[in-house]
């Protein structure tokens, strides 16, 4: 189709409009919105309005289309812009609303603008497919199922399960971290940790408070589960012939779950070994205690951004470790507790000095005595100062 | 014509991985369902023929779909993930789901 230069005769469907919006091309961009403009009486004003509210770069606005249970999204219609108020349909305002509640935490908390950092819009479809069990990111949109009313309903109504969504977005724009092994676990663990920390910050919960559960509201409340996955205990969030029998989750490394990378095995147990970085990331949060947002998501995310596509759990681990002692310090209490956390599911630091390793030990797991190391040693210093200029005073004083 | 559709992956994968098979076996529907399942699966093959080949990258929490289609002995096999799917494919899908002998099985 070429657009250049002349006015698209048609309705182009809403994720091809918001690319042609997206473009760097001012003329293109032009073209997309004249486009919008012709087509609003087929669309209506409303919509087209919202659509070229959304034509400025950046900021992350917001578009939800309804796909009317068809899995082709180009069939989809554009239903909520970012400026458009509250409409009948309960499943494209809880979409809205979660990407929002998402995008303002990232903004606010970690100072990322959007997904890919440079104020990506954020497109949602909802009511894709018939009896659709699932919510997913497709790289460019994120994508909602109704569920199938029996066991699974409207994918919408999760805060943690858009969190998740929208993350893997930031972990495909900063490590790329490839979706299969443990790379691929580790890219839905970081999506389960901010899933859980985005759902607590918009609960006002500190760390201990928080229930860390992710995707409790996905289910209907006839089916016997807490939720699909628990980061504070893998392996106990169901139990029940409805899903298939026990979560499968593990909580160590020695109790790694071992599959195919294969399509029809998870990709190497993508979303059952992430258990064990989730859990690592549960003992972080309430060994440092407060907020799960502050020190351990700063953590986290600055461990995420300088990860690699195939870091493995041991590498995402030490480098947690590292950024732990970069922004809190070494022998913080902060990176002990890091450290002690990974060394709960069985990884351990090899990034670790001996002296930090002894102090995790000596402390109980309290951080105390490596909270007071730095003024400890400041003490020290001055005390050594102070009796080598007595010293050189009486050496002076005797010659 | 029996049509066998495995489903993995998600952000339910685990769940997902346990689940049966759906099986739809067009012997068993009238002829005006069966004519037209048949049909749509028809399609789907040759859909999935004229775009095969082409090498997929695993997408955070995209399903995937196995769909066997045994016509007659004739056996294909056609692979579809969400991100990619084709509408052929999709209507496939769709229709093996709001099959009466289907719609009560998610459990």
Redesign the interface.
């Known amino acids: 189709m070429n657009i250049r230069g002349r006015s698209v005769n048609c309705i182009l469907p809403p994720h091809i409009l918001n690319a042609l919006l997206d473009s760097d091309d001012r003329e293109i961009r032009r073209t997309a919105i004249a486009t919008l403009t012709s087509t609003s009486r087929l669309r209506g004003e409303r919509t087209a309005r919202s659509i070229a509210a959304v034509a400025a770069p950046a900021g992350g606005r917001r578009t939800i289309s309804d796909c009317h249970q068809s899995k082709v999204l180009a069939q989809a219609t554009v239903e909520r812009g970012e400026d458009d108020p509250a409409v009948a349909d309960g499943s494209v305002n809880a979409a809205f609303d979660g990407l929002g509640t998402t995008r303002d935490f990232y903004a606010q908390v970690l100072q990322r603008n959007s997904i890919d950092g440079r104020g990506m819009r954020l497109n949602g479809y909802v009511h894709y497919g018939q009896a659709f069990n699932n919510a997913f990111w497709d790289s460019r949109e994120m994508v909602f199922g109704d569920g199938d009313g029996r066991v699974f309903s409207d994918f919408t109504g999760a805060l943690d399960v858009i969190a998740h969504e929208l993350t893997h977005g930031v972990t495909e724009h900063t490590a790329g971290l490839e979706y299969h092994n443990q790379s691929g676990a580790l890219n839905e663990s970081v999506s389960d940790v901010f899933g859980s920390v985005v759902k607590q910050w918009k609960l006002g919960q500190t760390a201990e408070q928080a229930d860390w559960l992710i995707g409790e509201k996905i289910f209907t409340p006839g089916v016997d589960a807490d939720a699909l996955r628990s980061m504070k205990a893998p392996g106990t969030a169901y139990d029940t012939p409805l899903l298939g029998g026990k979560d499968p989750q593990p909580d160590r490394m020695s109790k790694f779950v071992n599959l195919p990378d294969t399509d029809e095995d998870d990709n190497g147990g993508v979303h059952i070994n992430s258990g064990i970085p989730n859990k690592a990331f549960y003992l972080a949060a309430t060994g440092i205690g407060g907020n799960s947002w502050g020190a351990p998501g700063a953590i986290w995310y600055e461990a995420l951004k300088a990860s690699s596509p195939d870091t493995d759990f041991q590498a995402f681990a030490d480098t947690t470790f590292a950024k732990a002692g970069q922004l809190f310090g070494t022998g913080s209490p902060e990176q002990q507790a890091v450290f002690a956390a990974w060394q709960g599911v069985e990884i351990k630091i090899s990034g670790a000095s001996p002296l930090s390793v002894r102090l995790s030990a000596s402390s109980n797991g309290t951080g105390a005595a490596a909270a007071s190391l730095p003024s400890r040693v400041d003490e020290l210093a001055g005390q050594i100062k102070a009796l080598t200029k007595e010293v050189n005073g009486l050496r002076k004083a005797r010659t | 014509m029996k049509i066998t559709v ?1 489903e ?12 049966p098979d759906t099986v739809v076996d067009t012997a068993e529907l009238g002829s005006a369902d069966a004519a037209e399942l048949e049909g749509a699966a028809r399609t789907a093959v040759a859909r999935a023929a004229d775009h095969g080949g082409t090498e997929h ?8 779909y ?1 769909i066997v289609v045994d016509d007659h002995g004739d056996q294909s096999v056609i ?1 579809a993930y ?2 990619t ?1 084709d ?1 052929a494919v ?1 209507h496939l ?2 229709r093996v ?2 099959h009466p002998a289907n719609a ?1 099985d ?2």
């Open positions: 495995t993995r992956g998600g952000f339910a994968a685990p769940v997902l991985r346990r689940r990258r695993a997408r955070p929490d995209e399903q995937n196995r692979k969400d991100s799917m509408p999709a899908l769709d789901r709001r009560d998610d459990g």
